[in-house]
């Protein structure tokens, strides 16, 4: 399954795992291991790949992010898709504040860009949150929101070497993050004003004026022991043996052997501050992708918990817990509302039919295609009723997709004018967007990997059967996913595109921006050839909405109001249709417990790994 064209909401999934007890006081072993003389004292995860580095700005792969899990607490754990910091001694809250800005001072203008102010320049002024407040900077001075928040480090906090965690260790990790040698995304670092340490724990950031970030409560970053670390330049982190392969940490666990190729062995941190973990070991396990090895070593005892990674198609084995763990991602076919070729007008005698400019069109063909089918192919969890997942709290609970049902799409094919003919195929006979006779044949727009293809041949064939000839194209995903005029997807080139967004930090509204439309005419395509919204879709009432929750904090109701309003207009207007959530397998021993069932994806699973027992460490 192609994982998404570019890097961002997650659906309860069904592991039947119970929860387990916390332990006594820090650098202690635990009850329950002290009070059972035969408490096993090693607890084996398996994966199916080895990571290249644990260094947290080096592999991102899910095998590093789940040993990190291990070797850090937080500093923010997910519950309910709501960040809640864990070392904090108070949840940061965001602060927002109008300040005096003038020509030539550095700014984020209306749509999220870093520039410097100047006559002509789009803002939102002070407590501007829609797009209907947006205004041209002319002259003179002007007062833009500015977020700023505070993160108060519990005390006491240790790395796991015994020196203490504090607020420098964050900055300094901003400032190597901030170095063009280290990888990932700088878009936060650009729209930062200041991150600095106050003292030993409090650090504070401050984002640059007309940049009010919903996430602010999140802005802190990693720390990097400064202690071991300072030393070194952000190029040499990338390959220091202490950086990639025997970090630090101040979580449950410290790296103690990394033996390449077999494992990763950890053992309890008496440093932790946090509710001892009820294993003196652990091990992570490279095991492969080969499923029947996988069960066979969780049957014999080699592993106690397989992550998602080892290759399991399904989640029952005679006497194992097992549930799907849904990706970071949603599967989804787009509508092509507004192809390339109507940028100059739509023609009738040289365009390809208007198919799907009105939304009764694309709720009938979506009544055509069964959901469920394509969830089971896949392997996995339902789609949500819209771009982010049903259990999250933005969702508005209002908004529904249109049912599987055959008999009333066909029904409403009819009645847009589009007959049957005796070849099975629909024909206009009075659909406004097409000539007369001209038959419903689509194409459909893939990558060449095996299960997107399998999920082609389902929309295919439920297509047919509502009298829509869809003609499946597939290319590797390098040219599918191209941008410019001349890309399929991106360039607006297509009737119909299947392809998977990833879930982010946020509720994505914002791929369906209509400034995100990719055009040459950057009055209406603010990101030229570089926007992502590939269905040409723009409606007024849903940019307002989501422009206003982009620019409202998290903590405000407003900002869940403007989600969730954004969502019903997304639900009835359709530009593109929710298909499912593919899903991978865990599976345990047992008599194991402590899985977090409410944190996704799967090396999300983790981040509670202190309360994972098994046997008589259960309750």
Same mark, same amino acid.
């Given at each position: 399954?192609?994982?998404?064209?570019?890097?961002?909401?997650?659906?309860?999934?069904?592991?039947?795992?119970?929860?387990?007890?916390?332990?006594?006081?820090?650098?202690?072993?635990?009850?329950?291991?002290?009070?059972?003389?035969?408490?096993?004292?090693?607890?084996?995860?398996?994966?199916?790949?080895?990571?290249?580095?644990?260094?947290?700005?080096?592999?991102?792969?899910?095998?590093?992010?789940?040993?990190?899990?291990?070797?850090?607490?937080?500093?923010?754990?997910?519950?309910?898709?709501?960040?809640?910091?864990?070392?904090?001694?108070?949840?940061?809250?965001?602060?927002?504040?109008?300040?005096?800005?003038?020509?030539?001072?550095?700014?984020?203008?209306?749509?999220?860009?870093?520039?410097?102010?100047?006559?002509?320049?789009?803002?939102?002024?002070?407590?501007?949150?829609?797009?209907?407040?947006?205004?041209?900077?002319?002259?003179?001075?002007?007062?833009?929101?500015?977020?700023?928040?505070?993160?108060?480090?519990?005390?006491?906090?240790?790395?796991?070497?015994?020196?203490?965690?504090?607020?420098?260790?964050?900055?300094?990790?901003?400032?190597?993050?901030?170095?063009?040698?280290?990888?990932?995304?700088?878009?936060?670092?650009?729209?930062?004003?200041?991150?600095?340490?106050?003292?030993?724990?409090?650090?504070?950031?401050?984002?640059?004026?007309?940049?009010?970030?919903?996430?602010?409560?999140?802005?802190?970053?990693?720390?990097?022991?400064?202690?071991?670390?300072?030393?070194?330049?952000?190029?040499?982190?990338?390959?220091?043996?202490?950086?990639?392969?025997?970090?630090?940490?101040?979580?449950?666990?410290?790296?103690?052997?990394?033996?390449?190729?077999?494992?990763?062995?950890?053992?309890?941190?008496?440093?932790?501050?946090?509710?001892?973990?009820?294993?003196?070991?652990?091990?992570?396990?490279?095991?492969?992708?080969?499923?029947?090895?996988?069960?066979?070593?969780?049957?014999?005892?080699?592993?106690?918990?397989?992550?998602?990674?080892?290759?399991?198609?399904?989640?029952? =084995?005679?006497?194992?817990? *097992?549930?799907?763990?849904? @990706?970071?991602?949603? +599967?989804? %076919?787009?509508? !092509?509302?507004? #192809? &390339?070729?109507?940028?100059?007008?739509?023609?009738?005698?040289?365009?390809?039919?208007?198919?799907?400019?009105?939304?009764?069109?694309?709720?009938?063909?979506?009544?055509?295609?069964?959901?469920?089918?394509?969830?089971?192919?896949?392997?996995?969890?339902?789609?949500?009723?819209?771009?982010?997942?049903?259990?999250?709290?933005?969702?508005?609970?209002?908004?529904?997709?249109?049912?599987?049902?055959?008999?009333?799409?066909?029904?409403?094919?009819?009645?847009?004018?589009?007959?049957?003919?005796?070849?099975?195929?629909?024909? =206009?006979?009075?659909?406004? *967007?097409?000539?007369?006779? @001209?038959?419903?044949? +689509?194409? %459909?727009?893939? !990558?060449?990997? #095996? &299960?997107?293809?399998?999920?082609?041949?389902?929309?295919?064939?439920?297509?047919?059967?509502?009298?829509?000839?869809?003609?499946?194209?597939?290319?590797?995903?390098?040219?599918?996913?191209?941008?410019?005029?001349?890309?399929?997807?991106?360039?607006?080139?297509?009737?119909?595109?299947?392809?998977?967004?990833?879930?982010?930090?946020?509720?994505?509204?914002?791929?369906?921006?209509?400034?995100?439309?990719?055009?040459?005419?950057?009055?209406?395509?603010?990101?030229?050839?570089?926007?992502?919204?590939?269905?040409?879709?723009?409606?007024?009432?849903?940019?307002?909405?989501?422009?206003?929750?982009?620019?409202? +904090?998290?903590?405000?109701?407003?900002?869940?109001?403007?989600?969730?309003?954004?969502?019903?207009?997304?639900?009835?207007?359709?530009?593109?249709?929710?298909?499912?959530?593919?899903?991978?397998?865990?599976?345990?021993?047992?008599?194991?417990?402590?899985?977090?069932?409410?944190?996704?994806?799967?090396?999300?699973?983790?981040?509670?790994?202190?309360?994972?027992?098994?046997?008589?460490?259960?309750?």
């Amino acid at each position: 399954m192609l994982r998404a064209p570019y890097s961002i909401a997650i659906l309860l999934f069904a592991l039947i795992f119970s929860a387990c007890a916390g332990a006594g006081p820090a650098g202690t072993p635990t009850p329950e291991a002290t009070a059972t003389p035969d408490a096993p004292q090693t607890l084996n995860i398996c994966m199916g790949t080895e990571p290249s580095s644990l260094y947290i700005y080096s592999d991102n792969s899910s095998s590093a992010r789940a040993v990190r899990q291990a070797l850090y607490d937080g500093p923010f754990d997910l519950h309910n898709h709501i960040a809640e910091g864990v070392i904090f001694e108070t949840q940061p809250t965001p602060r927002v504040q109008p300040v005096t800005v003038q020509q030539g001072d550095l700014v984020v203008d209306a749509y999220g860009r870093v520039t410097i102010l100047a006559p002509g320049v789009l803002v939102r002024p002070a407590g501007c949150q829609s797009g209907d407040c947006i205004q041209a900077y002319t002259e003179g001075e002007l007062q833009l929101d500015q977020v700023s928040t505070a993160f108060t480090l519990q005390s006491g906090l240790r790395w796991s070497d015994g020196a203490p965690l504090t607020a420098h260790d964050s900055v300094f990790s901003f400032q190597i993050a901030s170095a063009d040698e280290t990888p990932g995304s700088k878009d936060i670092i650009a729209k930062t004003a200041s991150y600095t340490a106050t003292d030993e724990r409090t650090a504070i950031w401050v984002g640059l004026p007309g940049f009010v970030d919903p996430q602010a409560a999140t802005r802190f970053w990693h720390p990097l022991p400064q202690h071991t670390l300072g030393s070194l330049t952000p190029s040499d982190l990338l390959t220091n043996e202490q950086a990639t392969r025997a970090p630090l940490g101040w979580g449950p666990y410290t790296l103690t052997e990394w033996s390449a190729g077999e494992r990763i062995q950890l053992a309890r941190n008496a440093n932790y501050a946090g509710t001892p973990p009820k294993f003196a070991e652990l091990n992570f396990v490279f095991i492969g992708s080969d499923a029947s090895n996988s069960l066979n070593a969780l049957a014999d005892g080699r592993c106690d918990v397989l992550l998602p990674s080892t290759g399991l198609q399904t989640p029952e =084995s005679a006497g194992m817990q *097992g549930g799907f763990v849904p @990706q970071d991602q949603w +599967l989804h %076919l787009v509508f !092509s509302v507004a #192809p &390339q070729t109507y940028d100059d007008g739509f023609n009738p005698y040289s365009d390809r039919a208007n198919y799907f400019g009105e939304a009764a069109m694309r709720l009938a063909l979506a009544q055509c295609i069964d959901r469920n089918a394509i969830t089971s192919a896949i392997n996995g969890t339902p789609a949500s009723n819209g771009y982010l997942p049903a259990s999250s709290p933005y969702t508005n609970p209002s908004a529904v997709l249109p049912a599987y049902d055959p008999a009333a799409a066909n029904a409403s094919l009819d009645a847009l004018g589009w007959l049957l003919s005796e070849d099975g195929t629909r024909r =206009s006979q009075s659909f406004a *967007g097409a000539l007369f006779g @001209q038959a419903l044949e +689509l194409r %459909l727009a893939v !990558s060449e990997d #095996p &299960q997107d293809l399998a999920v082609a041949q389902i929309i295919q064939t439920n297509l047919a059967d509502c009298g829509a000839a869809v003609t499946i194209e597939s290319l590797p995903a390098s040219e599918l996913f191209t941008t410019g005029p001349e890309s399929t997807v991106f360039g607006r080139n297509f009737d119909l595109a299947l392809f998977s967004w990833p879930f982010g930090e946020q509720p994505a509204c914002y791929l369906f921006l209509g400034e995100a439309v990719p055009g040459a005419d950057w009055s209406r395509s603010h990101y030229g050839w570089g926007g992502w919204n590939a269905s040409g879709w723009r409606n007024a009432e849903f940019d307002t909405a989501c422009h206003t929750a982009f620019n409202t +904090l998290a903590s405000d109701p407003a900002y869940t109001q403007a989600h969730q309003t954004a969502h019903a207009i997304f639900t009835q207007e359709l530009p593109a249709l929710p298909l499912a959530v593919p899903s991978s397998v865990v599976a345990a021993r047992p008599d194991f417990c402590g899985l977090d069932a409410d944190a996704l994806p799967g090396e999300r699973l983790l981040q509670s790994i202190e309360r994972y027992g098994y046997g008589v460490l259960c309750p």
